[in-house]
């Protein structure tokens, strides 16, 4: 299986409303700390949908938290901004799960978009926890804000393709008489 079958057959079983893409878009990933700290990052996305994305970075975010990417995404991918060269979008982060890339720690992370204009809650707390309520008419994700931080799972998920083979096995019918 190829690896844009198996992207294709993850976005199926995972329920997506689109099917990722695979790409090497290079992209400005902008994080805004409690602290008051903001950071940025240069990274090239690996996955994209009109209405997620995945990319790794060298430091982890928040699960619930909202991040900014600027990116050239293709215009059929977009919601808005179909003529600009580059594409400003919110994220909520979905995932964000800790891996060893050729001897160097790197934190895989998975957005929703939720498009360009963000909550008045992030704009004075840009530390408030949101989650996914529904999805616009336009195909991008509807926040509210979370009373409590995300739950992480106790193990992560990892997609990968399997060799199996199914059997159907009947008890033969004795015909003896």
């Known amino acids: 299986m190829t690896y844009n079958n198996r992207i294709r057959t993850s976005a199926i079983a995972d329920g997506r409303t689109t099917e990722r ?10 994080v805004k ?17 009109r209405n997620g994305a995945g990319f790794s970075l060298s430091r982890p975010c928040v699960v619930g938290h909202l991040i900014t990417l600027v990116l050239p995404l293709d215009p059929n991918l977009r919601a808005y901004d179909l003529d ?3 594409y400003p979008v919110m994220g909520i982060v979905q995932h964000c799960n800790k891996a ?3 001897g160097k720690t790197v934190y895989h992370i998975g957005v929703g978009f939720i498009g360009k204009n963000v909550p008045e809650s992030f704009k004075a707390n840009p530390t408030q926890n949101f989650r996914i309520t529904g999805m616009t008419t336009e195909g991008l994700w509807k926040v509210a804000e979370a009373e409590s931080q995300f ?22 019918e004795n015909s003896g008489a």
């Open 21 to 30: 893409v695979p790409t090497e878009l290079q992209t400005i990933v902008q």
């Open 33 to 49: 700390e409690g602290n008051g700290e903001t950071w940025k990052e240069v990274v090239k996305v690996a996955t994209v949908s």
């Open 84 to 86: 600009r060269e580059v």
């Open 100 to 102: 060893t890339v050729d």
């Open 151 to 172: 739950k992480k799972r106790g193990q992560p998920r990892y997609w990968i393709g399997l060799g199996v083979t199914i059997s159907l096995l009947q008890k033969a």
